[in-house]
């Protein structure tokens, strides 16, 4: 038998298998001779190869395989060889003998070279790597090649990933025995645990694959902080650590996809994505508490609540650990209307920790997050909007009164487009503005009007004394007539003699006038992009802004 030998050139290799190919559809396959005769075998020099980067140039890979059967000076045998990365989308790496000798070797460094460069295998990760040797016959007869693999787990190496099959939390701050962590979100590889810590050293030790790393600061004995800390991945002997100040109860979350650790004392700062209303005051179910819109860090709900017990649970990462309770275990008393400093237990101790609705009514409830105040309010105390009074010339009632529960904008910004309609109070006839771009009433605080919305238009529109501006506008109590009362701008205006505009930068507070005066013709000038603007009735400005 004949061996053929190639050079790597798939053209050639081509022209060649399809000589093949033409001449086999013309034979029948020997298949009894051939299924006999499988005698290639591929001997790899070890099954797992630690690549070494402090030695380039040393060989790290040794792949051997036999000759194939000897069919006689009949046959031509080809031998082609391949290495694929499991799991990679890379094209295969083909190659066919040219020397007749039947290996191929590596070293570290090309090695290294192959599997990030052409199979984009990570620093620092093992990869299943599967060698193929293929021996085909030409000849008389159409015989089945004969084939040999090899798989081997080689690991490359550089800069650690920040990967773990298991995390714990460790150090002087823990004790003799680490503490596994929580994989709370698989998808953004977060962990969490919550729990007792002493005063002392602390890092996260990382399971992963064949090495034992850990996760720590980049400094040695850093401070925690309350907010997210980078965290640097080294090998475990050699890690930095966190320092606890202080025995207590702390919530660690370690976020693998940001690379972050925070590490909070319970009670410290509030944690929450969702807040909630639970007690006998309540009933079986939770009531959810709206996020004010006028700032985020404040929470605010008015409903009904039942004579009983009251705690506010928050919902962090899909979990409900803590709840918001008085300050002070013993005192349930809500302190009716006055701030307060709240405190934050675990939901296990909220048997303890409560505070006492004392009779069925309406309530409100203000809470401020980042400030760690709650304001209780009931009925006899409860926040009241303003109450204006005005010339009513329409309806011919002066004065007439009106408590402000929602603010219009009015004005040549929409082009004073208008939703029809009839006023359910009056009966009259809506002649201006429009009800999607009304301002809410805030729950936090009944004088405070919110819009948060699409961008608003900034029409180009020309008003009563030949002048054009593009986004006028000013806010109004009235959709029927445009003599209500007005929050308007500080520009200098004359009833029947000239308006007024304020130039604004968006995110700038401004002061307003409010009433039934000029300030009826002073506007704002819609700054570019605005989405959000917040009226202030209680102390008379205006905020136009991005968000």
């Not at 038998?1 to 053209?11: Q, V």
Request: proline share 3%.
């Amino acid at each position: 038998m004949k061996t053929m030998h190639l050079y790597r050139s798939l053209g050639v290799v081509a022209v060649g298998m399809m000589s093949i190919f033409a001449t086999s559809c013309e034979e029948d396959i020997d298949n009894t001779a051939s299924r006999n005769q499988s005698e290639i075998e591929l001997a790899p020099s070890g099954e797992f190869i630690r690549l070494d980067e402090s030695k380039p140039n040393e060989t790290a890979v040794i792949l051997k395989w036999s000759t194939a059967h000897d069919f006689g000076e009949d046959y031509i045998t080809t031998y082609k060889y391949e290495m694929q990365l499991i799991g990679s989308e890379a094209t295969n790496i083909k190659e066919f003998d040219d020397d007749g000798e039947f290996f191929r070797s590596y070293t570290n460094e090309e090695m290294q070279n192959i599997l990030i460069d052409h199979f984009g295998l990570t620093t620092s990760t093992i990869g299943e790597v599967l060698f193929t040797v293929t021996a085909n016959f030409e000849g008389p007869r159409l015989m089945v090649p004969d084939i040999a693999t090899a798989t081997l787990k080689i690991k490359t190496y550089g800069p650690k990933q920040y990967k773990a099959d298991n995390l714990y939390v460790g150090g002087s701050a823990v004790g003799e025995d680490n503490i596994k962590l929580t994989l709370k979100d698989e998808i953004n590889k977060i962990y969490s645990y919550e729990g007792a810590l002493v005063a002392g050293k602390i890092n996260f030790p990382v399971d992963y694959a064949d090495e034992l790393n850990a996760i720590g600061p980049e400094t040695a004995d850093t401070p925690i902080t309350t907010g997210e800390m980078p965290g640097v991945i080294f090998d475990r002997a050699e890690a930095n650590s966190w320092v606890i100040p202080s025995a207590a109860t702390y919530r660690i979350t370690v976020n693998m996809s940001k690379k972050t650790v925070k590490i909070v004392e319970a009670g410290a700062v509030v944690e929450a994505d969702q807040v909630f209303l639970a007690g006998s005051a309540v009933g079986e179910e939770q009531i959810e508490v709206a996020q004010a819109l006028e700032n985020d860090q404040i929470y605010a709900w008015r409903g009904e609540l039942k004579a009983g017990k009251l705690y506010i649970p928050l919902t962090f990462e899909g979990e409900q650990a803590m709840a918001i309770v008085p300050e002070i275990a013993n005192n349930h008393d809500i302190e009716d209307g006055q701030l307060a400093t709240f405190g934050q237990v675990l939901i296990s101790k909220v048997d303890n920790q409560y505070w006492t609705i004392p009779a069925d009514g309406t309530y409100r409830i203000v809470l401020n997050k980042e400030e760690k105040t709650i304001t209780i309010y009931s009925a006899d105390t409860d926040l009241k909007p303003l109450r204006v009074s005005f010339n009513n010339t329409e309806l011919g009632k002066n004065p007439w009164e009106q408590d402000v529960n929602v603010l219009h904008m009015y004005g040549g910004f929409n082009s004073f487009a208008y939703d029809a309609g009839t006023d359910e109070e009056t009966g009259k006839a809506y002649r201006y503005c429009q009800v999607k771009y009304n301002l809410i009433q805030s729950l936090a605080n009944p004088k405070v009007f919110v819009y948060k919305g699409d961008v608003l238009p900034r029409n180009e529109y020309t008003d009563n004394y030949k002048k054009t501006y593009r986004g006028w506008v000013n806010f109004s109590t009235l959709r029927y007539a445009n003599n209500g009362w007005f929050v308007g701008s500080t520009a200098d205006a004359k009833r029947n003699d000239h308006n007024g505009y304020t130039e604004v930068i968006a995110g700038k507070v401004e002061k307003a006038v409010t009433g039934q005066a000029d300030n009826r013709y002073a506007y704002f000038l819609i700054p570019e992009g605005c989405n959000y603007v917040v009226v202030d009735i209680e102390n008379n400005t205006v905020l136009f802004d991005i968000k």
